[in-house]
């Protein structure tokens, strides 16, 4: 949305959409964490929080990397298409592996 904005309440909206994503994410994946680092024996909720920064601060270091590299190579518009795609088939993976009881959960949703 914010590629495609013209004025700035377009953009305003777009990151006010991006804010709520966020929040959505990562407030409920953060005591997923906590619960899972609980269960283990010993609890390692350190382990499970340092993995899940390593691979947000990843995420931050090479995605505008390879989304730059990606614009460049084929504009603006086959790269977000591209990343939309992929982001799609990464959200069927994550949705089809999740436990059996949180499967129903979500689809009863």
């Known amino acids: 949305m914010i590629g495609v904005a013209d004025e700035m309440w377009q953009t305003s909206a777009g990151m006010v959409l991006l804010g709520a994503s966020s929040a959505l994410l ?7 964490m906590s619960q899972q680092g609980s269960r283990s024996v010993p609890p390692t909720l350190g382990g499970s929080f340092a993995l899940y920064n390593l691979a947000y601060a990843g995420g931050l270091a090479g995605g505008p990397l390879l989304t730059g590299f990606a614009v460049q190579r084929a504009g603006f518009a086959a790269a977000m298409a591209v990343a939309a795609t992929v982001l799609v088939c990464l959200g069927i993976v994550a949705v089809a592996r999740l436990p059996r009881s949180l499967r129903e959960q979500a689809d009863l949703a």
């Open 26 to 32: 990562l407030t409920p994946s953060t005591t997923l």
